[in-house]
């Protein structure tokens, strides 16, 4: 019923390339490591959304801020501590 629609997606180029996929996957998984591995959250610890939510907000920007100083010092040649 359908074949035809799949054929014509084979046959038109399309602009998906594979590396796409695996690019944006990194960039949203490397905070998620830094949150679980280096400040060891691993459950929720609290009984409410808004305190859960306030505690993950904190420590998904600190991981940002973690993400850009390691950038920074990259650019002056520079090894970022553990």
């Known amino acids: ?3 035809h629609l799949a054929i014509l997606s084979l046959t038109k ?3 998906h390339r594979p590396g796409n996929t ?5 960039k949203v998984e490397h905070p ?3 949150v679980k591995n280096l400040f060891h959250f ?3 610890r609290y009984k409410g959304l808004v305190k859960n939510t306030a505690q993950l907000h ?3 920007g600190l991981a940002n ?3 850009a100083k390691r950038r920074l ?3 002056n040649g520079q090894v970022a501590p553990r």
């Open 1 to 3: 019923m359908f074949g």
């Open 13 to 15: 180029k399309s602009p």
């Open 22 to 26: 695996s690019h944006g996957r990194v």
């Open 32 to 34: 998620f490591h830094i």
């Open 42 to 44: 691993r459950k929720v």
């Open 58 to 60: 904190t420590l998904f």
């Open 65 to 67: 801020l973690m993400i």
């Open 73 to 75: 010092l990259a650019l």
